[in-house]
T-cell receptor
């Protein structure tokens, strides 16, 4: 079956611009997570959805970051007024229990 | 402060040998711990899960131990192969936070033929 997919695979943007990153979870997975991974580091938790609602957004670094999951399936991570420090790989994972299944990530580069 | 530490340097071993990777943590009380494999340009892939009341778990050539007193997990790959070369991440699972994963920085394993 299809795994978690993320689009775009790469995104280059200029400082100050707005970006949207999309995650398509495995069908039927109610839990969805966003992580951010910098070079040489492990993934860092950003936000967790159970169904349509954000159950835990404690990892979002500031109010420029926002995520939605309006129908309990696809999720979009939105970053406003991007900064160079936002450059990283953004990973999405979905789950029905203990194991999380990760997508390939979106590589964001802010120039 | 809360920390998760993995071998900071890459581990280079000869094909056929056993690779042992270490994960130490402080100031966490995880319900369980997971190990993931990550290849360059890809997302992490789940390998094994071990619960706090389990001492050891095996899957094919992989073995994980979990010592909640020492706050340490060891990950072993026996009869290692060049195809095992990757970054291995340990992750603590915090059930009270919706199974949120807290990852270590990972250890790069290189298996030479």
């Amino acid at each position: 079956g299809a795994g978690v997919s993320q689009t775009p695979s790469n995104k280059v943007t200029e400082k100050g611009k707005y970006v949207e990153l999309r995650c398509d979870p495995i069908s039927g997975h109610t839990a969805l997570y966003w992580y951010r991974q910098s070079l040489g580091q492990g993934p860092e938790f950003l936000i967790y959805f159970q169904g349509t609602g954000a159950a835990d957004d404690s990892g979002l670094p500031n109010d420029r970051f926002f995520a939605v999951r309006p129908e309990g399936s696809v999720s979009t991570l939105k970053i406003q007024r991007t900064e160079r420090g936002d450059s990283a790989v953004y990973l999405c994972a979905s789950s029905t229990g203990e194991t999380q299944y990760f997508g390939p990530g979106t590589r964001l580069l802010v120039l | 402060s809360q920390k998760i530490e993995q071998n900071s340097e890459a581990l280079n071993i000869q094909e056929g040998k056993t690779a042992t990777l270490t994960c130490n943590y402080t100031n966490y009380s995880p319900a369980y711990l997971q190990w993931y494999r990550q290849d360059p340009g890809r997302g992490p892939v789940f390998l094994l899960l071990i619960r706090e009341n389990e001492k050891e778990k095996r899957k094919e050539r992989l073995k994980v131990t979990f010592d909640t007193t020492l706050k340490q997990s060891l990950f072993h790959i026996t009869a290692s192969q060049p195809a095992d070369s990757a970054t291995y991440l340990c992750a603590l699972v915090l059930m009270e936070y919706g199974n949120k994963l807290v990852f270590g920085a990972g250890t790069i394993l290189r298996v030479k033929s």
